[in-house]
C-alpha cells in the first residue's frame, strides 16, 4: 500500500534525493514546503502535490487532509538548514506521522533527548539518513574490522573534500550556529561511519576548525584515524580538477585504499527501502555522530603531533573570502 509524504525543504540541495526516493519506493508526495519557490524539480516527481511557501498555510493544508478527507500523512521527510530539523522533526510527530531527516539529525546531543521524549509522547518514530551504512564499500570494511584479532587497531586517513562557491558562505551554512559548521555540515556522516566501523570513541584531538576546513584525531576503539574535511577547491588534488570534478573522497585503512567512488546515487533510496520496511536508523543510531560534532565545534584547538595529523593539515590557510 502506498504510503502518503509530505516534504519540508523542497527547494534545498538535497531535496531531490529525497523526492527520487519517495517515487522510487512507489510512495506519494502529497504537498511540500519551502519559503523559497524554485521548486521546479518536483514536476519530474510529483506535479500533482501541492506547495506551500509559509508553513502555516502549509500546516492548514496537513490538517485539512487529514479532516476533510481522510488521508493521514505517514511520513515527513525533512530537508531544511539543520538548525530547524528538530523544531520540523516535532511538527511531524505532533501532526501523526513519522519523520524522516536528513543529517545531521540535530546540533547538540541534548537535542536527541528531548525528540526521545516526543517519541515517546506520540508513538511515532524519528529516522535519520545515515547512508554510508548501506555503501557496499563500508559494509565490506566492517566485515573485515568484525573478522580481525580482537586487539587490532587500524591506521586510518579520512580525506573529504567537497567544493562549494561564494554563495556557500552567504548562506546559511556559512553560519556556524545553523550548520554546526565544517564537520556538523559536511562531515557528520563520516563520524557516523567510523563509529559504526570502529567502535566506541577514545579521544577526540581537534587541530583546526575554521571557515573552509577541518583537521583533528580520533581514537575509537578499533582505529586510530587522522581526517581532514574542506570546502576549498583549491585543496582538490590536480587529476580529480582534470577531469572536472569537484569532489574527492579518500579512506585508507592500513595504507590501503577503500574505493567508495561511486555507488552513492541510490544510498537515499535505500535508506528510504530500510526506513518503510521498519528498519531504518533512528535516534540512538545518530547519537555517536553528534556527539563527535558537538565536541569538535566545541573543543579547544590543539596542536598536532608529527604522527598524528593528517597531511593535508599543512596545506596553506585561507581567509575568509568575506576578509579579502
Known amino acids: 500500500m502506498k504510503k502518503n509524504f509530505a516534504l519540508i525543504g523542497a527547494a534545498g540541495y538535497i531535496a531531490p534525493r529525497h523526492l527520487k526516493a519517495i517515487k522510487d519506493t512507489d510512495n506519494v508526495l502529497l504537498a511540500a514546503l519551502d519559503k523559497n519557490d524554485s521548486v521546479g ?43 530547524l530539523h528538530d523544531a520540523h522533526i ?21 537535542n536527541i533527548d528531548a525528540l526521545q521524549a516526543i ?6 518514530k524519528i529516522f535519520t539518513i545515515l547512508q ?14 568484525e573478522n580481525a584479532p580482537k586487539d587490532k587497531v587500524f ?24 550548520s554546526g559548521g565544517i564537520a556538523s555540515n559536511i562531515g557528520v556522516h563520516f563520524f557516523d561511519m567510523l563509529g559504526w566501523v570502529f567502535g566506541e570513541l577514545k579521544e577526540n584531538l581537534v ?20 581526517w581532514f574535511l574542506s570546502i576549498n577547491y583549491d585543496l582538490i588534488p590536480e587529476e ?23 555507488g552513492f546515487t541510490e544510498l537515499h533510496t535505500e535508506s528510504y527501502k530500510h526506513i518503510l520496511a521498519n528498519n531504518g536508523f533512528g535516534l540512538e543510531e545518530a547519537r555517536t555522530s553528534i556527539e563527535i560534532v558537538h565536541e569538535i565545534r566545541n573543543s ?20 575568509h573570502p568575506f576578509d579579502l
Request: proline share 4%; glycine share 4%; aromatic share 12%.
Open 132 to 145: 554510508l551504512r548501506h555503501h557496499q564499500a563500508i559494509l565490506d570494511l566492517k566485515e573485515k574490522v
Open 207 to 226: 587541530y583546526e576548525h575554521a571557515h573552509d576546513r577541518a583537521s583533528g584525531y580520533l581514537v575509537f576503539e578499533k582505529a586510530r584515524v587522522k
Open 119 to 124: 517519541e515517546n509522547e506520540t508513538g511515532k
Open 155 to 178: 591506521d586510518v586517513d579520512l580525506t573529504y573534500l567537497t567544493s562549494r562557491g561564494k554563495w556557500y558562505y552567504a548562506s546559511w551554512k556559512g553560519e556556524q550556529s545553523k
Open 90 to 110: 516535532r511538527m511531524a510527530l505532533r501532526s501523526g506521522a513519522n519523520a524522516i531527516c536528513e543529517k545531521p539529525l540535530v546540533l547538540n546531543p541534548w
Open 300 to 319: 579547544e584547538i590543539v596542536v598536532p603531533k608529527n604522527d598524528k595529523v593528517h597531511p593535508m593539515f599543512y596545506k596553506q590557510k585561507t581567509k
Open 240 to 262: 580529480i580538477k582534470e577531469k572536472n570534478q569537484r569532489t574527492y573522497r579518500s579512506i585508507t585503512v592500513d595504507g590501503e585504499e577503500v574505493e567508495f567512488s561511486g
Open 41 to 83: 524539480i518536483i514536476d519530474s516527481y510529483f506535479p500533482e502535490a501541492s506547495f506551500f511557501v509559509e508553513f502555516e498555510r502549509f500546516d492548514r493544508h496537513v490538517e485539512k487532509l487529514k479532516r476533510e478527507q481522510g488521508l493521514q500523512l505517514d511520513y515527513v521527510s525533512i530537508c531544511t538548514p539543520n538548525y
